[in-house]
C-alpha cells in the first residue's frame, strides 16, 4: 500500500484492532483505509513494540493515555509525512484476514 492510496478520513480515524492474517497469525493494529498497521512491525525496535508483540490489545490498553497518545502520534506523523518506509512495511491487507475480539472481556454481569 502506497501513501498516495489513503485518504483524510483514514488518517483521522485509526480504530485500532485485532485480526488473524491469512497465515494465522494474529494482529494487533490499527486500520487504515482497506489495510491494517500491524503495530509491533511499526514499532519495531521501539521501547513500545512489545505491547503488540503477542497480537493482543490488551497491554497497550493497560498502558495508559500517555501511551496511546503516543502511539497515536507516531502513526500519525507516519501517515502525514506520505512517504514514511516502516508505515509501508508494516501496513498489511485486510482482503483475507479475519477480525478478531479486540480485547479479552474480564468482567461481564
Given at each position: 500500500?502506497s501513501?498516495?492510496?489513503?485518504?483524510?478520513?483514514?488518517?483521522?480515524?485509526?480504530?485500532?484492532g485485532?485480526?488473524?492474517?491469512?497465515?494465522?497469525?494474529?494482529?494487533?493494529?490499527?486500520?487504515?483505509?482497506?489495510?491494517?498497521?500491524?503495530l509491533?512491525?511499526?514499532?519495531?525496535?521501539?521501547?513500545?513494540?512489545?505491547?503488540?508483540?503477542?497480537?493482543?490489545?490488551?497491554?497497550?490498553?493497560?498502558?495508559?493515555?500517555?501511551?496511546?497518545?503516543?502511539?497515536?502520534?507516531?502513526?500519525?506523523?507516519?501517515?502525514?509525512?506520505?512517504?514514511?518506509?516502516?508505515?509501508?512495511?508494516?501496513?498489511?491487507?485486510?482482503?483475507?484476514?479475519?477480525?478478531?475480539?479486540?480485547?479479552?472481556?474480564?468482567?461481564?454481569v
Amino acid at each position: 500500500m502506497s501513501a498516495r492510496d489513503w485518504t483524510a478520513a483514514d488518517a483521522v480515524h485509526l480504530p485500532y484492532g485485532r485480526v488473524r492474517d491469512e497465515h494465522g497469525r494474529d494482529i494487533a493494529g490499527a486500520r487504515l483505509g482497506d489495510h491494517v498497521v500491524d503495530l509491533a512491525a511499526f514499532l519495531d525496535g521501539g521501547v513500545l513494540a512489545g505491547l503488540f508483540t503477542a497480537g493482543r490489545l490488551e497491554p497497550f490498553l493497560e498502558a495508559g493515555p500517555q501511551v496511546w497518545a503516543d502511539v497515536r502520534g507516531a502513526l500519525l506523523d507516519a501517515v502525514h509525512s506520505g512517504a514514511d518506509e516502516r508505515l509501508e512495511e508494516s501496513t498489511r491487507s485486510l482482503a483475507g484476514a479475519t477480525e478478531l475480539m479486540p480485547f479479552e472481556v474480564a468482567d461481564y454481569v
